[in-house]
């Protein structure tokens, strides 16, 4: 089954958001395997915006990524990668459409609320990142699985 990683980003903690993001996600059938509130340091953050160094938002995004507690958490299911994108919208609140998270709920590229990996390869490697191997807790039962996925493994 397809993993994904998810940041609820600063404005999204402090906003109060964080509960309204993981119930869209969650309600959409994605299963929750890793979950946790944590401070992200320079360090960290630049290795997660490593392919955008060098860009002109880059600093003020490390920045912004850094500036308060964020949410990180791992989704599985089907194409989750695409699933959670789709749930996400585009990366510019306002070209976001209605009944996106960002759509919804943010205006500025710089305020965008939510990352989640943009491929099964930064998904990898993002998990890794934040969770490491051993506090991915993928194994556990969803009993409701069955009238969620058409085929329970
Ligand atoms: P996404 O988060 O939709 O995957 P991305 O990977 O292209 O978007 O960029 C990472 C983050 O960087 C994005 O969520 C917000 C910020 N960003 C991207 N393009 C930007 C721009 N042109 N100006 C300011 N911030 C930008
Ligand atoms: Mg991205």
Known sequence: ????????????????LV??????????GLKIVALELRQMDR???????GEHQG??????????????????????GPRAVEATRATIGATRPVESAPG???????????RNLIHGSDSTESAAREVALFFGGERVHSGWRRDVDRWVLEIVS
């Not at 509960?19 to 959409?28: F, M, P, T």
Request: overall charge negative; charged content about 25%; glycine content about 14%.
């Open 100 to 110: 996106t998270i960002r759509g919804d709920l943010g205006l500025e590229v710089g």
């Open 55 to 76: 860009k002109p938002f880059y600093a003020g995004l490390v920045d912004y990524i850094v500036s308060g507690p964020v949410v990180t958490m791992v989704l599985e």
């Open 1 to 16: 089954m397809e993993q994904t990683l998810v940041i609820i980003k600063p404005d999204g903690v402090q906003r109060g």
């Open 19 to 28: 509960g309204d993001i993981i119930g869209r996600l969650e309600r959409r």
């Open 43 to 49: 360090s960290l953050a630049e290795r997660h915006y």
